[in-house]
Nanobody, 124 residues
Framework: QVQLVESGGGLVQAGGSLRLSCVDS????????VGWFRQAPGKEREFVAA????????YYADSVKGRFTISRDNDKNTVLLQMNSLKPEETAVYYC?????????????????WGQGTQVTVSS
């Protein structure tokens, strides 16, 4: 089964960078599209980025285009989210999620599996 674990979160100053990792302990990760979502205190979970099951297509929220990059290495069962030029308002718990649909989705409800999340805090 798919078991997702996020890592790489932490405290960073505004303008800094972090790279988040999402690792699946199962052996069928390549069959899933993967999305990243974030949820700040008092706010709804929002879409950040997604990548199709073979990595050929990527999708980004308008707010992160040009600053964030999603990629995957199916041989290592890993999806990465490189986050550059981070802003304080992007402080949130970041979650990765896996979707059996090849292209993924911008909608959280479409995803079948979720990790526990990793905290990203951007200080001013």
């Amino acid at each position: 089964q798919v078991q997702l674990v996020e890592s790489g979160g932490g405290l960073v100053q505004a303008g800094g960078s972090l790279r988040l990792s999402c690792v699946d302990s199962g052996r069928t990760f390549s069959n899933y599209a993967v999305g990243w979502f974030r949820q700040a205190p008092g706010k709804e979970r929002e879409f950040v980025a997604a990548i199709s099951w073979r990595g050929g297509n990527t999708y980004y929220a308008d707010s992160v285009k040009g600053r964030f990059t999603i990629s995957r290495d199916n041989d290592k069962n890993t999806v990465l989210l490189q986050m550059n030029s981070l802003k304080p308002e992007e402080t949130a718990v970041y979650y990765c999620a896996a979707d059996a649909r090849a292209e993924g989705s911008i909608y959280a409800g479409a995803y079948d599996y979720w990790g526990q999340g990793t905290q990203v805090t951007v200080s001013s």
